[in-house]
């Protein structure tokens, strides 16, 4: 409907439209898993209209996308299902072969391992599946890039060509994440809750090795809050190892141990959760650091 608010020609094409939409589906009680399968959830869902010429390139930068967000993400493990004609069906065959070529195409330039799904689409469209393994090696359907021959014709949406004659679109769906709330239950396991720094809630906790260096402590945490770091100050009474024990089992990337030696050179003593520690440094240098890992989204410390 927003497409057809207004005339389109070939020159506008491809639009591409994104949304976060909410999605309700009644699954069965004895189906339903935790985040990984619930009967509410959120798709980043687009729709990309675009004329007949351009769909083997928008396939391909979807996939290509896709492929991109989830080996930041640290996934390695992926593979494509291929999608096609199912029995009963809409569309021309010839746009069916089209857009079944395209996706086979891209997966192939991908090099992703892949499996064909033969009948296996939607009534209205080929799709390519990228599914994800758990850190149970469980398979969970994730990104998805749907044609759709359907809403096009249903909505009598139509373009403009070169040759001056109104022709009808091509609509691609898409989702790279899939279900966020999905991807969210997926990325717990995988990283079994030991978040890289630039993902993780708590980056940096800062640890006092006694009451005396509170101040020192809060002014680390400051200036690390400048720099937009996310920290935490541990000004309890309890003993140092106890919070170091505690902030290892929040999987909190680095602990902050700082004491006279810190305070009079300025300087902060470097602990990872895994009990790797760090050469001291310079504040400064120390936020440069944590900044360079989320800027590159380093999934090591």
């Given at each position: 409907?927003?497409?057809?608010?207004?005339?389109?020609?070939?020159?506008?094409?491809?639009?591409?439209?994104?949304?976060?939409?909410?999605?309700?589906?009644?699954?069965?009680?004895?189906?339903?898993?935790?985040?990984?399968?619930?009967?509410?959830?959120?798709?980043?869902?687009?729709?990309?209209?675009?004329?007949?010429?351009?769909?083997?390139?928008?396939?391909?930068?979807?996939?290509?996308?896709?492929?991109?967000?989830?080996?930041?993400?640290?996934?390695?493990?992926?593979?494509?299902?291929?999608?096609?004609?199912?029995?009963?069906?809409?569309?021309?065959?010839?746009?069916?072969?089209?857009?079944?070529?395209?996706?086979?195409?891209?997966?192939?330039?991908?090099?992703?391992?892949?499996?064909?799904?033969?009948?296996?689409?939607?009534?209205?469209?080929?799709?390519?599946?990228?599914?994800?393994?758990?850190?149970?090696?469980?398979?969970?359907?994730?990104?998805?890039?749907?044609?759709?021959?359907?809403?096009?014709?249903?909505?009598?949406?139509?373009?403009?060509?070169?040759?001056?004659?109104?022709?009808?679109?091509?609509?691609?769906?898409?989702?790279?994440?899939?279900?966020?709330?999905?991807?969210?239950?997926?990325?717990?396991?995988?990283?079994?809750?030991a978040f890289p720094v630039w993902i993780a809630p708590e980056q940096v906790a800062v640890i006092p090795v006694?009451?005396?260096?509170?101040?020192?402590?809060?002014?680390?945490?400051?200036?690390?809050?400048?720099?937009?770091?996310?920290?935490?100050?541990?000004?309890?009474?309890?003993?140092?190892?106890?919070?170091?024990?505690?902030?290892?089992?929040?999987?909190?990337?680095?602990?902050?141990?700082?004491?006279?030696?810190?305070?009079?050179?300025?300087?902060?003593?470097?602990?990872?959760?895994?009990?790797?520690?760090?050469?001291?440094?310079?504040?400064?240098?120390?936020?440069?650091?944590?900044?360079?890992?989320?800027?590159?989204?380093?999934?090591?410390?």
């Open positions: 409907m927003i497409y057809k608010t207004r005339g389109h020609s070939y020159r506008d094409l491809p639009l591409r439209w994104a949304e976060l939409g909410t999605v309700y589906r009644y699954e069965r009680s004895g189906v339903l898993h935790g985040l990984l399968r619930v009967r509410g959830f959120t798709q980043d869902d687009a729709h990309i209209i675009c004329t007949p010429a351009q769909v083997m390139d928008e396939i391909k930068e979807v996939l290509r996308f896709s492929l991109f967000m989830w080996k930041t993400f640290g996934f390695k493990d992926i593979k494509a299902y291929l999608a096609t004609r199912p029995e009963k069906s809409v569309g021309e065959q010839e746009r069916w072969d089209q857009a079944t070529t395209a996706l086979k195409s891209a997966i192939e330039e991908s090099g992703l391992p892949w499996e064909l799904d033969e009948g296996g689409g939607a009534f209205y469209g080929p799709k390519i599946d990228l599914k994800i393994k758990d850190a149970l090696g469980r398979e969970w359907q994730m990104t998805t890039i749907q044609f759709d021959f359907n809403l096009p014709e249903r909505f009598d949406m139509t373009f403009v060509d070169t040759d001056g004659q109104q022709k009808r679109p091509y609509m691609v769906h898409r989702a790279l994440l899939g279900s966020l709330e999905r991807f969210f239950g997926v990325m717990i396991e995988h990283f079994g809750g006694g009451e005396t260096f509170n101040d020192y402590a809060k002014k680390v945490a400051g200036e690390l809050k400048a720099r937009e770091v996310r920290v935490s100050t541990e000004l309890s009474d309890e003993r140092m190892n106890a919070k170091i024990r505690a902030c290892q089992g929040r999987k909190i990337p680095y602990m902050l141990v700082v004491g006279q030696k810190e305070a009079d050179e300025g300087t902060v003593s470097v602990r990872l959760r895994d009990g790797r520690q760090l050469e001291p440094m310079k504040l400064e240098a120390f936020a440069d650091y944590v900044a360079g890992k989320v800027a590159s989204r380093d999934l090591e410390l």
